[in-house]
């Protein structure tokens, strides 16, 4: 090989050498702007067991859910019961969130992804009430944009940690129950009523005449009898049947503040629906006005448990268990979906089987 040929082999290797190291240079320059940290936990080392309270700010509110003993409860609501398989799911997703993207963003771009004033601010803290994590969730991130953004789920969200103003992180879960509204954090759970035996409206002061009615039977298996009833007056027992099964389900909407006046809810003057069980218990559901789609309303529960009959000792267990927390509910006023209540505030002649059913 003379030396022309290795003259010009040399230089060809140096432009190989040097076409090799642009590429890479154009290929690390399109790398993320953090890329070591893709993939990392975003709130490295924490234990859901070290989680004693999750607070949530928005622009339009704020709920603190802490623990309490053995209990959950919301401080907004004096403690209200929180629903706790709602809180524990959302902990777990806190702790196992992961960066997904992260890069630069100023200011503009804060106030544009709801980064800012305008964002919600989680925060995980200690028994000691001092933050063991926290971050602004922001907007949902799409990896395509829907029609309609609000209603969209969303395939993250953008968020943001304390002390980096200057870096959006994106999620991949979009922390749909991040919202400081308490109907999404409480307890849905009223009170459950077996074996009802007597079911009685009483309508509120001022009510058109006809609308109180009381139902009765002698046994868990026994029809429906209406009491006082007159003339040709013979109760439908379908809808009995639902009156008593829709009041032994009765299930919350939400909790409202502390310090509402009785008259601000209409529990001044109720409609008081009392119902008694085989098994010795009174429950009293006191319904007042209307907000929106719910009733405002109180819950009272009486009487000790004195079960019969060959199961007595399983009912009394099952009935032991649930009553602290039913009577519990007295100390609040809730309110209920006014679809769960259609069933028992009919008027008495809605109870009535109609004269052509009567015939058949």
Same mark, same amino acid.
């Given at each position: 090989?003379?030396?022309?040929?290795?003259?010009?082999?040399?230089?060809?290797?140096?432009?190989?050498?040097?076409?090799?190291?642009?590429?890479?240079?154009?290929?690390d320059?399109?790398?993320?702007?953090?890329?070591?940290?893709?993939?990392?936990?975003?709130?490295?080392?924490?234990?859901?067991?070290?989680?004693?309270?999750?607070?949530?700010?928005?622009?339009?509110?704020?709920?603190?859910?802490?623990?309490?003993?053995?209990?959950?409860?919301?401080?907004?609501?004096?403690?209200?019961?929180?629903?706790?398989?709602?809180?524990?799911?959302?902990?777990?997703?806190?702790?196992?969130?992961?960066v997904?993207?992260?890069?630069?963003?100023?200011?503009?771009?804060?106030?544009?992804?709801l980064?800012?004033?305008?964002?919600?601010? /989680? !925060?995980?803290?200690? =028994?000691?009430? &001092?933050? %063991?994590?926290?971050?602004? *969730? $922001?907007?949902?991130?799409?990896?395509?944009?829907?029609?309609n953004?609000?209603?969209?789920?969303?395939?993250?969200?953008?968020?943001?940690?304390?002390?980096?103003?200057?870096?959006?992180?994106?999620?991949?879960?979009?922390?749909?129950?991040?919202?400081?509204?308490?109907?999404?954090?409480?307890?849905?759970?009223?009170?459950?009523?077996?074996?009802?035996?007597?079911?009685?409206?009483?309508?509120?002061?001022?009510?058109q005449?006809?609308?109180?009615?009381?139902?009765?039977?002698?046994?868990d298996?026994?029809?429906?009898?209406?009491?006082g009833?007159?003339g040709?007056?013979?109760?439908?027992?379908?809808?009995a049947?639902?009156?008593?099964y829709?009041?032994?389900? /009765? !299930?919350l909407?939400? =909790?409202?503040? &502390?310090? %509402?006046?009785?008259?601000? *809810? $209409?529990?001044?003057?109720?409609?008081?629906v009392?119902?008694?069980?085989?098994?010795?218990?009174?429950?009293?559901?006191?319904?007042?006005?209307?907000?929106?789609?719910?009733?405002?309303?109180?819950?009272?529960?009486?009487?000790?448990?004195?079960?019969?009959?060959?199961?007595?000792?399983?009912?009394?267990?099952?009935?032991?268990?649930?009553?602290?927390?039913?009577?519990?509910?007295?100390?609040?006023?809730?309110?209920?979906p006014?679809?769960?209540?259609?069933?028992?505030?009919k008027?008495?002649?809605?109870?009535?089987?109609?004269?052509?059913?009567?015939?058949?």
């Open positions: 090989m003379n030396a022309r040929v290795v003259a010009v082999l040399v230089v060809l290797l140096a432009a190989m050498g040097g076409g090799a190291l642009l590429v890479r240079q154009q290929a320059s399109q790398k993320p702007a953090d890329a070591a940290n893709l993939g990392q936990p975003l709130f490295k080392g924490l234990q859901a067991a070290a989680v004693a309270a999750v607070a949530i700010r928005q622009p339009k509110g704020a709920i603190t859910i802490e623990k309490k003993g053995e209990r959950w409860v919301i401080a907004e609501l004096d403690g209200f019961p929180a629903d706790y398989d709602k809180l524990r799911d959302f902990v777990l997703k806190a702790i196992a969130l992961k997904g993207q992260s890069e630069p963003i100023g200011e503009k771009d804060r106030a544009r992804l980064l800012d004033a305008g964002g919600t601010v /989680i !925060e995980l803290r200690g =028994a000691d009430g &001092k933050p %063991l994590a926290q971050l602004t *969730a $922001g907007k949902k991130y799409f990896k395509a944009e829907p029609e953004p609000e209603r969209a789920i969303g395939d993250g969200r953008y968020v943001a940690l304390p002390g980096e103003e200057k870096r959006v992180i994106v999620i991949s879960d979009p922390l749909t129950q991040a919202s400081a509204k308490t109907a999404d954090w409480i307890s849905k759970a009223g009170f459950e009523v077996e074996k009802i035996k007597t079911l009685e409206l009483g309508a509120a002061p001022g009510a005449s006809g609308s109180s009615w009381r139902i009765e039977r002698s046994g298996n026994a029809d429906w009898k209406l009491a009833a007159r040709d007056e013979k109760l439908e027992v379908s809808k049947n639902a009156a008593a829709t009041f032994g389900r /009765i !299930e909407a939400d =909790a409202a503040p &502390k310090g %509402l006046k009785p008259e601000d *809810a $209409g529990l001044d003057k109720p409609t008081v009392t119902a008694t069980t085989l098994d010795g218990l009174t429950y009293t559901l006191k319904v007042g006005k209307l907000e929106g789609e719910n009733h405002y309303a109180s819950i009272a529960v009486a009487g000790e448990p004195k079960p019969e009959g060959q199961d007595a000792e399983a009912r009394l267990k099952k009935i032991s268990e649930r009553l602290p927390r039913e009577k519990e509910l007295a100390q609040y006023v809730v309110l209920v006014k679809s769960k209540l259609e069933d028992i505030l008027k008495r002649a809605d109870l009535l089987a109609k004269k052509d059913e009567k015939k058949k």
